[in-house]
């Protein structure tokens, strides 16, 4: 109850309308309705910019909000056609298009990985000190498979760390706080607001940089996507969707706009708070490139069986 409680405070903060849990809430007056699928998270600051901003009714666009954990929400959600177009670390997206789950497009780069953006924490009694302590240890992840658990991967791999050896339970971002201050899990995959949440409350230290100097220093994190048919169905609604999103991405270069903007869609994030993140790279174009440097590691540390063309999914 108190989850869903914190979902209609969210909800109210960015709409002044309350919520109902899987409800969808409606920001604008344009002809076409777009339901997107969003996580409150750092790496959605471009499109609360761009909501707040008014880019989406400049494009004639209504925007329908269902609110997602992760992007492994996101996914049933398009194949119910509950949402048109989701959100999502890039590596449950390759998964699911290697598995057969969907034929997906990708709409919108969201962000990209930058030192301090995400990492491991733990308290400072854990005697973790650096990624060779984590074998035989618990670290929560947001989701199975995800991008940052990819990076740990990759990084415990360069460490001579058997990555088989770390235990990874779901806690989902938004409770890793509590998670580590109650001793459920050794550390936590985290990214912000929530690790400064959590160095805030608990007293939480750094052991690992996902993204910092290493074999995922500057991996692509997340982005926007939808199904292949629904692309092909309504071209324009998806041009305009990525112009909206990606004039959200250039507002988001500017640090204070993302400090201003936070507090409004995240639970429990203060001003102060907000001007304490660390903030990704918030790309304003999609790069083939860097997403395929994605699903090579994935294909490199056994999450996919055989390379994926990334170039064919970029509308």
């Given at each position: 109850?108190?989850?869903?409680?914190?979902?209609?405070?969210?909800?109210?903060?960015?709409?002044?309308?309350?919520?109902?849990?899987?409800?969808?809430?409606?920001?604008?007056?344009?002809?076409?309705?777009?339901?997107?699928?969003?996580?409150?998270v750092i790496d959605t600051a471009p499109f609360y910019l761009?909501?707040?901003?008014?880019?989406?009714?400049?494009?004639?666009?209504?925007?329908?909000?269902?609110?997602?954990?992760?992007?492994?929400?996101?996914?049933?959600?398009?194949?119910?056609?509950?949402?048109?177009?989701?959100?999502?670390?890039?590596?449950?997206?390759?998964?699911?298009?290697?598995?057969?789950?969907?034929?997906?497009?990708?709409?919108?780069?969201?962000s990209r990985g930058a030192p301090h953006v995400q990492i491991v924490a733990t308290r400072p009694d854990s005697g973790i000190h650096s990624a060779r302590d984590l074998a035989g240890k618990t670290v929560s992840s947001n989701a199975p498979n995800d991008i940052p658990l990819l990076a740990l991967k990759a990084i415990l791999q360069a460490d001579g760390i058997d990555p088989s050896t770390v235990?990874?339970?779901?806690?989902?971002?938004?409770?890793?706080?509590?998670?580590?201050?109650?001793?459920?899990?050794?550390?936590a995959l985290q990214l912000e607001p929530f690790i400064t949440i959590a160095r805030r409350q608990v007293g939480t230290v750094p052991v690992v940089d996902l993204y910092g100097p290493?074999?995922?220093?500057?991996?692509?994190?997340?982005?926007y996507f939808a199904l292949d048919k629904f692309t092909q169905q309504n071209r324009g609604a998806v041009a305009a969707f990525r112009r909206a999103i990606?004039?959200?991405?250039?507002?988001?270069?500017d640090v204070v706009a993302v400090q201003q903007i936070l507090p409004t869609f995240v639970g429990g994030v203060t001003p102060d708070i907000a001007k304490e993140v660390a903030i990704p790279v918030f790309p304003t174009s999609v790069s083939r490139e860097r997403l395929q440097r994605v699903a090579d590691l994935m294909l490199a540390y056994g999450q996919l069986k055989a390379k994926l063309d990334v170039a064919r999914l970029v509308r």
């Open positions: 109850m108190r989850r869903i409680a914190l979902l209609a405070a969210i909800m109210v903060a960015v709409t002044g309308c309350s919520v109902l849990n899987g409800a969808q809430e409606q920001h604008g007056n344009g002809a076409t309705v777009i339901r997107v699928g969003v996580m409150q761009a909501l707040s901003k008014g880019y989406f009714r400049d494009e004639g666009l209504t925007v329908k909000i269902t609110l997602t954990k992760s992007g492994t929400d996101s996914l049933p959600l398009l194949a119910g056609d509950h949402i048109d177009i989701g959100f999502g670390n890039w590596a449950t997206l390759f998964q699911a298009q290697a598995n057969g789950t969907g034929d997906y497009r990708v709409l919108a780069d969201g235990k990874t339970p779901i806690v989902h971002h938004a409770d890793t706080p509590a998670a580590l201050a109650g001793k459920e899990v050794d550390a290493g074999p995922a220093n500057d991996l692509p994190i997340a982005g990606e004039r959200g991405a250039a507002d988001a270069r």
